[in-house]
């Protein structure tokens, strides 16, 4: 067992002296799924969030008690139209009536921000849905513009990485052939519109998926040696940048470089099943804390250096009625009851439903060398290095 160095030791006298190290002035996105029978009521969800300085939030619907708690907070909101109801916004009518219904009546004392139509609607097998997809998308576009809100709020949809056929080296990145149809006109709609495309991007399912082979440094963003995109010499020291990069390689492959590329859900599990490899709170304590460490630094990825990386984590809370293996149930930063899953530096100060853990976690170095430091009173101390 290796002995902590001197640095490690100063700090954990100053986390046994109290001292709760936080990262300060994140501009983080948050995924407020409700799949869920325990879950805190939306006022204390906007108490919880403010506390934490979360100023991002990503609904999959439009509910108003939601929107009506966060009223005259200074938090942002995506809210969403499920795939269900993509269909029925084809007529201007109805989306002028779901505009006039579940955004006009928030604005401006809530902040909404974007509308998505539907998630994950291309890599589905409704042939239906995905056709109905961009002219909903347009139809909505419609009905804001006809209401004077197209200039406070926009339009898009949240893709899974499956568009895209291929994602290595990032410089090759290219979308489904048989997507195109469907991908070129709504890129199109993405540059006229300024609206920005989004991107649910998951390493986890790519370590889960080849344990054997897939590094989990790289998946983590620990200290890794990284992988060099042989067309353009860049590095890459972590998996999602490379995922983000090659979906900006497939979009300038379609003939645009315009569009703003978001990573509307990103996670990792703190509990799974057997065969479900590296779902452990740990290893999604060094996910999340090593990710809010590199949006602290406003940094953007080997391809697109000077532009900031805008993620929505997934999720805020664990879920219980979520279908699927155990991991389903365990994306979230919170327990039910507010207090984390684990700590990555959103510590509430003296907020409601916060409460001591009994043991701590302060992760070091690569994730095969951890220690762990047991004190009551202490939260879990993740990814600081």
Not at 42 to 66: C, E, F, H, R, W
Not at 311 to 325: C, H, M, R, T
Not at 354 to 361: N, Q, V
Request: overall charge negative; proline content about 7%.
């Amino acid at each position: 067992m290796a002995f902590p160095s001197s640095f490690e030791l100063l700090l954990i006298f100053f986390i046994m002296a109290g001292q709760i190290l936080q990262i300060p002035g994140l501009k983080l996105g948050i995924n407020y799924g409700q799949i869920a029978n325990n879950l805190p009521s939306p006022g204390q969800v906007s108490t919880l969030l403010q506390s934490v300085s979360i100023s991002n939030v990503k609904l999959y619907d439009a509910d108003p008690n939601v929107l009506g708690a966060f009223s005259n907070s200074n938090v942002e909101f995506i809210i969403g139209i499920g795939n269900e109801n993509v269909a029925n916004m084809i007529d201007p009518s109805q989306a002028q009536n779901w505009i006039k219904q579940n955004v006009q009546p928030f604005l401006p004392r809530t902040k909404i921000t974007c509308i998505t139509v539907g998630n994950e609607v291309l890599s589905s097998n409704d042939t239906s849905l995905i056709s109905n997809l961009l002219p909903a998308m347009q139809s909505l576009h419609g009905a804001l513009v006809s209401l004077g809100l197209d200039q406070q709020v926009n339009i898009t949809t949240a893709h899974s990485l499956a568009v895209l056929a291929n994602s290595y080296p990032p410089s090759s990145g290219s979308f489904v052939q048989n997507l195109a149809q469907y991908i070129q006109p709504s890129l199109d709609f993405h540059s006229r519109t300024k609206s920005p495309f989004l991107i649910n991007v998951y390493p986890y399912f790519a370590y889960k998926g080849s344990p054997d082979t897939v590094s989990l440094d790289y998946c983590l963003f620990q200290p890794n040696p990284g992988v060099t995109d042989p067309a353009t010499n860049l590095n890459y020291d972590n998996m999602l940048y490379a995922q983000l990069d090659s979906v900006y390689s497939a979009i300038k492959a379609m003939g645009y470089d315009d569009i703003d590329v978001r990573v509307s859900e990103t996670g990792w599990p703190s509990k799974g099943d057997a065969d479900e490899a590296g779902a452990t709170t740990m290893n999604a304590a060094l996910y999340n804390g090593n990710l809010l460490k590199r949006m602290e630094m406003n940094q953007g990825t080997p391809l697109m250096p000077s532009t900031p990386i805008n993620i929505y984590v997934f999720a805020l809370f664990n879920e219980d009625l979520k279908p699927g293996p155990t991991s389903e149930r365990n994306y979230g930063l919170f327990y039910p009851n507010n207090t984390p899953v684990y700590n990555i530096g959103l510590q509430g100060s003296g907020s409601p439903g916060f409460s001591p853990l009994s043991t701590s976690f302060l992760v070091t170095g690569s994730s095969s060398r951890q220690m762990v430091v047991s004190s009551l009173g202490l939260l879990i101390m993740a990814a600081l290095f």
